[in-house]
């Protein structure tokens, strides 16, 4: 059974269980959080080795001009291409890069506010994906192949 690499993260996990494939399951917010620790353990999940000069890199705005047309691809979030290629390493998952159009659009007022909308307020066929959603979002983070920076090497074996 092929598994559809767009698939859904709830979805290839079901594929690997089922073909009983190893995995390990990485929240993007722990990396964010603590880069070092869970990039360690990732890396150790898969006896890889790891360096913490990993964690920064080279900008990549030569990339800008070869690629200019992610800043006008119509997207409105054209500016995260930007940012991304200007990065050197790993930021606040809240946060925003350096002289990115986020960041000249907060600063000059813009309406880059984040809104919240309690599950409840939702459409009901919005209501009822997002509650899915959650509840498998708790299952991966539940589910003992979770790496957690905290987890020892030995864990993974």
């Given amino acids: 059974m092929p598994v559809d690499l767009n698939a859904c993260p709830v979805h290839q ?14 929240d993007v917010e722990d990396c964010l959080k603590d880069p070092e620790g869970m990039f360690a353990q990732v890396f150790a999940a898969w006896d890889l080795k790891w360096d913490k000069s990993y964690l920064e890199w080279k900008d990549a705005t030569e990339l800008l001009v070869k690629f200019d047309n992610l800043s006008e ?64 979002y708790d299952e991966l983070r539940n589910n003992p192949n979770l790496i957690h920076p905290t987890r020892e090497r030995d864990t993974f074996r």
């Avoid at 996990?13 to 990485?26: A, K, L, N, R, T």
């Fill in 73 to 136: 691809d119509g997207s409105k979030h054209s500016h995260l291409y930007v940012d991304v290629l200007k990065s050197t390493s790993f930021g606040d998952p809240k946060g925003v890069v350096e002289g990115s159009t986020t960041e000249a659009q907060i600063e000059s007022g813009g309406s880059e506010t984040e809104h919240q909308v309690g599950v409840d307020a939702m459409p009901d066929p919005v209501r009822k994906h997002l509650e899915w959603s959650l509840q498998k």
């Fill in 13 to 26: 996990v079901e594929h690997c269980e089922y073909v009983g494939y190893p995995y390990h399951i990485v």
